[in-house]
């Protein structure tokens, strides 16, 4: 379903709706006079720098200059910068040439900042081309560009700068000061008068005297070949280029009183002027008072030291204490409380010739002179008698000012109060459209009914009974039912008997009930129907259902003023949408496209009071809007439009994200950076220089790393990490207020590569590599000389080791032969050995029956032969069995056998005697016991009782047998 516009729509405003005023005429042009344009501080604590601002200028990439009592100041729209002189000196003037130069002019100095190669800010001191003996000794209080001429002026010489040299002019006295008018200058002499200077020559202009002596402190262009001049203290002149004459305006005696200082002509054909003692006037050419602006309408010090307006309708002041910067072509125009004499302001409204404001302390009032021009800046507000308390309601019903008070509801009588009812809490009245002749209003503890008395004034009737809630909001819809809101308890529906004195029936309404919360539901009219709202986004009561839908057609449309919490009617088909304190204006005449309007009044956020904004119309054009410390007029035929293109992005500072080490202070250098591998983490700065009151959002990428444009953010620095070796391109551009769009802004620089991946290294590599190549192929020659070498030797081995195993072969086989001819010795040895064992046995057994028969001879007799021959024989047969020659042959062929045998057993048992032995060597044969008592010529018994002996020294276990022993040897 569409929302549309009823063809009659009726013309009651939530708030305070006022009809046209005849105080106010319908011209948009008057409504600048309402007030104050605004103001923006900037304070020494923000810029951090000294308290006064000499002099004011704007670069040609649209940054900020500003001559600081401690240096050159700059300010981008995000940061600000302190450039300091040589010798710290202040900074009394600043010019810029358009061409990236900025002149400064301080205490003996004089020179120019610009962007060098490197894209740094440097100082160059122009004091060296003036001859030293006629170098300034004081201030260079002025400096002017025109063309390729720089002049410079302190109060002794004006120095001009050409084609890099300086030219002297000398006066016969001091200066004042020197004045640009268009594209003349003008140099007033001191006790002579006001000279033209013309190249380097200065021309006397008849008539100056007639300026006074107070001094010529403004010169500025005033039609053809006319000029305005503002004096310290005998007031403004006009001179048409023959004579000096007085002119007449309404800021004369001001500028007399407290000091005229400067003076700047204004985009539009205004003037401004600013005092000593009292802060800034602007003028029009028909000498009228547009503005008066000092330290109560919101500038931070009264004594101007210097004015700069820019394109862009901004009146930059340099202040004794800061530098203030004036909106002077704004819709909303300002006044401040700035004593905090009223306190916080709930409601404002304008009728019979005063202004009212109620506020948390009373109700205050000023007489308002629709007349004068200056109206809002004449303003003296006194509090009405016994109107102390808190003030929430002021509305105009049939030419009556009502108040609702937190003691009651009074009858505003110009400066007087008639109380017409004592129950508090008076919130908001609204007129019944089911009865025209009552009026309706919510108070603390339920509603209460007003009707006219005999005199035709509005007086309490009666509180309407059988409801007794808070009722801060009340709406009544088209069929006659009364919408009531509390805070925390949701929504209540009442039907009201005919009378109006009770309730007949009522309802209470809450989340389930298809809100989305029962707490601090607000109710609005829009095109005379009414929606519910929860910050969450607008219903609308179905009467079928008896629930509450979304009203998704006006969500939907509205973006984030969907979640706004209370709608205000403005004209027609707009409105204002109030949304925790913030205002937007919604033209709502073609419904499918409304149009909003939030950016001007975005500068209003956080300034009015939460739950109360209170917008009044006071004519076609304007309207009244209460903040927090005073009212804002706002003027709906004075918005301004786009005029000037919007400045680029700048990129400010470039820097290592890593170390405080600053690779580049701005984008202003005519070589690419060129940033080591080391430090290929960079962070950029940057900023829009714009300067009026807006939303500035920025979007950037980085090509070569990433090709999407980032999400919008207000962020004024982007930190890239680790970024690869190659050429990249940074790109930004910033939006105003949600749609308006700069130029792209680009910067390129080259991360160039590590050490190792450049030319030079890889020009090392590929000699290395040509090197390693060269010793690869001399260690590959050499060894495959080696392997050929120990190819050849191995073969040799092989050829040695062949011969080696054939001669082995061959010895083996010798050996093999050897032994066997060894063996086969042996074998005959032992042979020979028992064989030569055997005949002595054999031959001492023989010997022995010889001698046994010999016992048995007899002589013929038969008698036994004699016992001496007997004994001669058996001597000889006993020395024949232990022939010593026996042994030694039987040793002898033992020894061949068994090589060092006895040698061994000699050297193990030194204790056997030479018998053991040749026991042992008896054994070894393996003889029997009898075989060796043969051999020993003894018994057996005696053989026996030697093995018994020879066991006990050869220390032998028992059970061990003797022979193996001896052949185990």
């Not at 307006?309 to 930059?316: I, V």
């Not at 109620?358 to 800046?377: F, I, K, M, V």
């Not at 066997?820 to 064992?837: D, F, G, V």
């Not at 008896?922 to 020993?936: D, F, Q, T």
Request: hydrophobic share 35%.
């Amino acid at each position: 379903m569409e929302f549309s516009i009823p063809r009659q729509m009726s013309q009651r405003w939530c708030l305070l709706l006022l009809p046209l005023l005849w105080v106010f005429g319908a011209q948009a042009e008057t409504a600048p006079k309402l007030g104050f344009p605004y103001i923006q501080n900037y304070t020494k604590q923000q810029y951090q720098a000294g308290n006064q601002n000499w002099s004011i200028a704007r670069g040609a990439d649209g940054v900020m200059y500003y001559g600081n009592s401690s240096g050159l100041l700059a300010y981008d729209g995000s940061s600000w910068q302190l450039h300091r002189l040589p010798n710290k000196q202040i900074v009394r003037a600043v010019a810029t040439d358009g061409k990236g130069r900025v002149y400064v002019g301080g205490f003996e100095e004089m020179g120019y900042w610009r962007y060098d190669d490197e894209g740094r800010f440097r100082y160059t001191s122009l004091i060296g081309l003036v001859p030293e003996e006629q170098r300034p000794k004081e201030e260079i209080w002025k400096i002017y560009t025109d063309k390729d001429q720089v002049y410079f002026q302190s109060f002794g010489s004006i120095y001009r700068l050409q084609n890099g040299k300086v030219d002297v002019i000398k006066a016969k006295q001091p200066y004042l000061f020197l004045h640009k008018a268009g594209k003349r200058f003008f140099a007033e002499v001191l006790s002579e008068g006001l000279y033209e200077l013309k190249a380097d020559s200065l021309y006397f202009i008849k008539g100056s005297k007639a300026l006074g002596s107070s001094g010529v402190l403004a010169m500025l262009p005033f039609g053809q070949e006319s000029y305005l001049i503002g004096t310290a203290k005998d007031g403004l002149f006009l001179y048409d280029g023959h004579t000096f004459s007085p002119w007449q305006n309404e800021a004369n005696g001001f500028l007399r009183k407290y000091q005229l200082n400067n003076g700047v002509s204004l985009p539009g054909g205004n003037y401004a002027f600013g005092t000593i003692l009292n802060g800034v006037v602007v003028l029009n050419r028909q000498g009228e008072l547009v503005h008066q602006l000092n330290k109560s309408s919101g500038l931070q010090n009264n004594t101007v030291l210097n004015l700069y307006p820019d394109a862009a309708h901004n009146l930059w002041v340099g202040l004794d204490n800061g530098i203030d910067r004036v909106e002077l072509n704004s819709p909303l125009y300002f006044y401040f409380d700035k004593t905090g004499s009223f306190g916080t302001v709930y409601s404002s409204i304008i009728h019979g010739g005063k202004i009212y404001l109620g506020t948390n302390q009373g109700l205050y009032y000023s007489n308002w002179e629709a007349d004068n021009t200056n109206a809002a800046q004449r303003l003296d507000f006194r509090m009405i008698p016994n109107s102390q308390g808190q003030v929430w309601e002021l509305s105009l019903q049939d030419g009556e000012l009502l108040c609702g008070h937190n003691e009651g509801t009074f009858r505003v009588e110009g400066s007087e109060l008639v109380k017409i009812s004592d129950v508090k809490g008076g919130w908001m009245i609204k007129k019944l459209s089911s009865h025209p002749t009552a009026l309706m209003q919510g108070t603390y503890n339920g509603l209460v009914i007003y009707r006219k008395d005999k005199q035709g004034h509005w007086a309490y009737s009666h509180t309407v009974q059988g409801f007794g809630e808070a009722s801060k909001n009340v709406e009544q819809d088209q069929a006659g039912y009364i919408w009531v809101s509390h805070p925390y308890k949701g929504l209540y529906r009442l039907r009201l008997s005919p009378d109006l004195q009770k309730v007949e029936a009522m309802k209470s309404f809450n989340a389930s009930n298809g809100l989305s919360s029962m707490y601090k539901v607000s109710i609005s009219r829009l095109f005379n129907r009414l929606l519910f709202s929860t910050g969450t986004g607008f219903y609308r009561y179905s009467e079928l259902s008896d629930r509450f839908m979304p009203y998704k057609e006006l969500n939907s449309r509205i973006g984030s003023l969907a979640t706004a919490n209370r709608i205000l009617p403005a004209s027609g088909s707009t409105y204002w949408f109030v949304n925790s304190g913030k205002i937007s204006l919604v033209d709502l005449e073609n419904p499918k496209q409304p149009q909003v309007y939030a950016n001007q009044f975005s500068i209003l956020d956080g300034r009015m009071v939460q739950g109360y904004e209170c917008i009044s119309r006071i004519s076609d054009t304007n309207y009244l809007i209460s903040i927090d410390d005073g009212f804002v007029i706002y003027n709906t035929g004075n918005v301004p439009e786009q005029r000037t293109p919007l400045p680029k992005v700048l990129v400010r500072r470039v820097e290592n994200a890593e170390t405080p080490q600053q690779l580049q202070e701005v984008a202003h250098r005519n070589k690419r950076l060129q940033v080591p591998f080391a430090q290929n983490s960079m962070r950029f700065s940057f900023a829009l220089p714009y300067f009026r009151h807006a939303q500035v959002e920025y979007q950037y990428k980085l090509e070569g790393y990433t090709g999407d444009w980032s999400a919008w953010s207000a962020a004024t620095q982007k930190e890239f990490t680790n970024l690869g070796p190659g050429t990249y391109s940074f790109k930004v551009r910033a939006r105003l207020n949600g749609k308006d769009q700069t130029d792209v802004s680009e910067y390129m620089f080259e991360v160039l590569p590590p050490w190792y991946a450049t030319w030079w290294a890889y020009t090392m590599y590929a000699l290395l590599a040509m090197a390693l190549l060269w010793l690869a192929r001399n260690l590959y020659f050499r060894k495959l000389q080696r392997d050929q070498l120990r190819i050849q030797r191995k073969l040799e081995q092989e050829k040695q080791e062949h011969l080696r195993q054939e001669a082995l072969q061959h010895e083996q086989k010798l050996v093999k032969l050897r032994n066997e001819q060894l063996k086969a010795e042996l074998s005959s040895k032992s042979r020979e050995l028992a064989s030569t064992a055997l005949n002595i046995v054999n031959k001492n057994e023989m010997l022995q029956s010889i001698g046994h028969e010999l016992n048995k001879l007899q002589d013929a007799d038969g008698n036994r032969l004699p016992e001496k021959q007997l004994r001669k024989i058996q001597n000889i047969i006993s020395d024949g069995m232990t022939s010593r020659n026996d042994w030694e042959l039987f040793e002898k062929s033992f020894n061949e056998t068994n090589a060092n045998y006895f040698k061994k057993l000699k050297e193990g048992y030194p204790e056997l005697t030479p018998n053991d032995l040749k026991l042992c060597a008896y054994l070894r044969m393996n003889m029997s016991s009898k075989e060796i008592a043969s051999l020993l010529n003894i018994t057996v018994r005696g053989v026996e009782l030697r093995r018994y002996r020879l066991r006990k020294k050869l220390n032998m276990d028992p059970e061990k047998s003797l022979v193996e022993f001896v052949m185990e040897m």
